[in-house]
């Protein structure tokens, strides 16, 4: 995660919620950044976003801060912060998410996003509620979710045909009547005063707050008479999906998480993948979504790269050198720099990360030019050989004195001056 001095909170509410209530929610969770992030530069805060799918009941705030070397605090140590005091505000659900470095998918939601699979909806309704507990539970994640919510209340309205037909009124009739008591639909424009007002079908929100009210509405018969609307229908509450999902041609729920501090997305699928073991049956399938999908392949792609590197650039040094001897020698100091890595990373609490992979790469080059320039130097000297000198004079390979031309020391020696100049 990379310091980008930013961040985005990302909220919901229950299901039914007014756009009223949201609105106010909305601005508590902007007072707090306001209060308790003096390092911020500026805040949108959006009430039912138009990319949400104008749902009422969510909301999005970006807030911008100053630069890293104009503030105290880091980028996670504030959002970390503020994940500590949105459990206060229990009127919806809100998270802070930061951008990841590298992500294919800018409006990706949570880092973490583990997706359940099934042919058959009922099994995926049945096990949600333990995955999300089991989720909750676990010290990796931070404000789990589920976008597969069975909490959008619906009121059904069962109309008795009969007593309707027997009364002169149709279905369209009640169908309408309906409409234009609820609906909100625009019927009309007129000019006042050089003003144009929109004629809109609907009752005062004191008429429509509760379900009883429906029954205060009148259906007029093809007589013209007025007739109360309970007298030809019944209500029944009940909940059901918002939306219900498909992945790869399956019913599917994506859960999302937070990670908490210190813990990496790499972390976080270990831990969906261990609760998934637990809960799921064979009939079950998953994926990733999101970041957490874009870190998958990106690993995979990388151990796959660097795998087809080391295997060209053996044979491009076997053949340069015309041996599979000197390449095996040169390549041998490839893992000696990686375990030396690792183990600085360890050492500092750092983790292997698009960085950390990025200087790896460096360093293994770095090694593997010195290994080239010391095994072509060791080669040339015992191509030529070493010209003994009998006259006094120094050998023309080496600056070593006379005296120890014969001695066994003297290659060694020669080497080890190939391996500082290299």
């Keep these: 995660m990379e310091d980008r001095s930013q961040f985005r909170l990302q909220v919901s509410a229950p299901e039914g919620t007014a756009y009223d209530y949201m609105d106010r929610y909305m601005d508590k969770l902007a007072k707090l950044v306001i209060d308790s992030i003096p390092e911020k530069d500026v805040m949108i805060s959006m009430t039912a976003p138009g990319f949400s799918g104008g749902s009422v009941n969510s909301g999005f705030s970006r807030v911008t801060m100053v630069p890293p070397s104009e503030r105290k605090r880091s980028q996670q140590q504030i959002v970390d912060m503020v994940n500590r005091n949105l459990p206060k505000y229990n009127e919806g659900r809100a998270s802070s998410i930061q951008e990841q470095t590298i992500a294919v998918n800018r409006r990706g939601g949570q880092p973490v996003q583990f997706v359940l699979q099934h042919v058959n909806f009922e099994k995926l309704k049945e096990v949600l509620p333990k995955f999300l507990e089991e989720a909750n539970n676990n010290p990796v994640f931070q404000g789990p979710d589920v976008d597969l919510k069975f909490n959008k209340p619906e009121l059904r309205v069962i109309i008795d045909r009969l007593k309707a037909s027997a009364l002169g009124i149709s279905v369209q009739d009640i169908n309408e009547a309906l409409q234009l008591a609820l609906s909100n639909r ?22 429509r707050d509760d379900p009883a009210d429906l029954e205060s509405i009148y259906v007029r018969n093809n007589l013209g008479n007025q007739i109360p609307l309970d007298n030809l229908v019944s209500f029944e509450e009940d909940n059901s999906p918002p939306t219900i999902y498909h992945f790869n041609r399956y019913k599917s729920a994506t859960i999302s998480a937070g990670l908490a501090p210190g813990k990496t997305i790499g972390d976080g699928i270990k831990a969906m993948e261990e609760i998934s073991k637990k809960l799921l049956d064979e009939s079950f399938s998953t994926a990733l979504s999101g970041s957490s999908r874009d870190y998958a392949e990106s690993g995979s792609n990388t151990s796959f790269a660097f795998i087809l590197a080391l295997i060209l650039i053996f044979l491009i040094l076997a053949a340069q050198f015309e041996s599979f001897i000197d390449p095996l020698i040169i390549m041998f100091t490839v893992p000696l720099a990686i375990a030396g890595a690792l183990l600085s990373l360890q050492i500092f609490g750092q983790t292997l990360n698009i960085f950390s992979q990025i200087g790896m790469i460096m360093l293994i080059g770095l090694v593997t030019k010195n290994g080239i320039l010391i095994v072509e130097f060791a080669n040339k000297i015992q191509l030529t050989g070493l010209k003994k000198n009998t006259g006094g004079d120094r050998c023309s390979s080496c600056p070593f004195p006379p005296d120890i031309d014969d001695q066994p020391g003297h290659v060694a020696g020669s080497i080890a001056t190939g391996i500082i100049i290299g």
């Design 186 to 207: 625009q019927l009309g424009f007129f000019t006042k005063d050089g003003k144009q007002y929109v004629v809109m079908g609907q009752v005062a929100r004191d008429d």
